[in-house]
């Protein structure tokens, strides 16, 4: 199979390494004919892989119009981006949530999770001081810290010595400022090449993921969402509300498991897979829940150790990049063979469906009652407010 991978990513990000260069050498090691990064002979290639921001499927197939067309980063945030993402023929999913996300534009999604290079060192635990927390990424996951781990990370400081380790990309992004914990921070400039050194000096690995929302507004999107139709949704007061982006995926933790560090990661689908809880890590929604579970890796080194070696057998196990990119391979072939004999189908199986407005009462006698009820009393405040005004 001879394959072409096209994209604009500055080769400094993560996209470039993981889905396009690695991935060109992955696949060439199955046996695959790769070329990255060009526009000449297309028509001598079955299969492109392009990046759904770039925007170049019509282009592509005003070019050699046989070609099979996979989609990495597939998105919906505009027109021409959900154009891309149900124009290519099946697209390439980095974690489960976006696989997951995205089956209701696009029927072929293969999974590919956020695998690195294998690293060469690994941590040896002991007991010292202070505790160097580690956390790698972009700066958006470090503004994610408030409200949540940053008040578990200023508690913990008033009784144990303790040093965050944040390395992310501030050349590009500026210095983090919001939800900066007031603790001992070291900002390290992000390098794939220096990136494994420095984290091999941390202890304990953080994963935040889920974006901030304050009870105040869980209970006012509760409320907005739902409405007063308690029968219909079965809404409570105190229901989890998790927030977290599409294309959220484990791919920090992953590294963490690689180096032998124990990790704390927020409650999204793909770190529940492979944070097992006290087994493998620690999983953690509230600031109750982070202080609680860093307070038990920060006091012991046997557990730290421990936890470690569990990540890292149950990764190796689970995440085989190799194992995923065959079948990738394996997935392309038959539905290029599906193409080529006019057996392919496009279209999800399942429509796209909504909720119903939440402001349409449902037949329970009681939520009608209630919906009245709300409606009287929201015709009554908008009155009185207008006799206000006047």
């Known amino acids: 199979m001879r394959i072409v991978l096209n994209t604009k990513t500055a080769q400094h990000l993560g996209t470039w390494r993981l889905f396009f260069a690695n991935l ?3 696949l060439q090691q199955q046996g695959a004919e790769v070329a990255l990064n060009t526009w000449e002979g297309l028509e001598h290639f079955d299969v492109a892989i392009v990046k759904a921001s770039d925007r170049t499927i019509a282009t592509l197939r005003q070019h050699n119009p046989h070609l099979l067309i996979g989609l990495v980063h597939p998105s919906d945030i505009d027109a021409a981006v959900l154009h891309e993402t149900v124009s290519a ?5 980095g974690s489960l949530e976006e696989r997951d996300y995205y089956l209701q534009y696009q029927r072929h999604i293969f999974l590919l999770p956020h695998i690195e290079r294998p690293p060469q060192g690994y941590k040896q635990h002991s007991e010292h001081s202070p505790i160097v927390l580690g956390y790698h990424g972009n700066r958006h996951h470090l503004e994610q810290f408030e409200g949540r781990l940053s008040p578990a990370l200023e508690a913990l400081a008033q009784r144990y010595p303790l040093r965050l380790k944040a390395v992310y ?6 210095r983090w400022q919001a939800g900066r914990p007031n603790i001992p921070i070291d900002d390290v400039q992000w390098d794939y090449a220096t990136l494994e050194q420095e984290l091999l000096e941390c202890d304990i690995g953080l994963v935040p993921a889920l974006t ?5 507004e869980r209970r006012r999107v509760l409320d907005r969402v739902l409405g007063m139709d308690f029968a ?3 809404k409570f007061p105190n229901d989890y509300l998790l927030r ?7 791919g920090r933790a992953f590294v963490f498991m690689q180096l032998g560090i ?4 927020d409650m999204t689908p793909e770190c529940c897979q492979i944070v097992q809880q006290g087994r493998t890590g620690f999983v953690a929604q509230s600031a109750a829940g982070w202080h609680d579970a860093l307070e038990r890796l920060i006091v012991s080194a046997t557990l730290r150790q421990h936890l470690a070696e569990n990540a890292a057998d149950l990764f190796a196990t689970l995440y085989n990049r190799q194992a995923y990119v065959a079948q990738l391979l394996a997935g392309m072939t038959d539905l290029l063979a599906a193409k080529r004999s006019g057996t392919f189908q496009h279209v999800p199986p399942v429509p796209r469906t909504l909720l119903p407005p939440a402001h349409l009462p449902s037949r329970h006698p009681a939520a009608q009652r209630l919906h009245s009820l709300q409606q009287k009393v929201g015709g009554v405040v908008r009155r009185v407010r207008s006799i206000k005004r006047k």
Do not use: L, Q, W
């Open 24 to 26: 060109a050498e992955d």
């Open 89 to 93: 023929d099946f697209i390439i999913s």
């Open 169 to 174: 990309n501030m050349a590009h992004v500026g």
């Open 212 to 216: 901030p929302i304050s009870d105040t």
């Open 232 to 234: 219909r949704y079965g």
């Open 244 to 250: 977290f982006k599409n294309s959220t995926n484990a």
């Open 262 to 265: 124990p990790v704390v990661a």
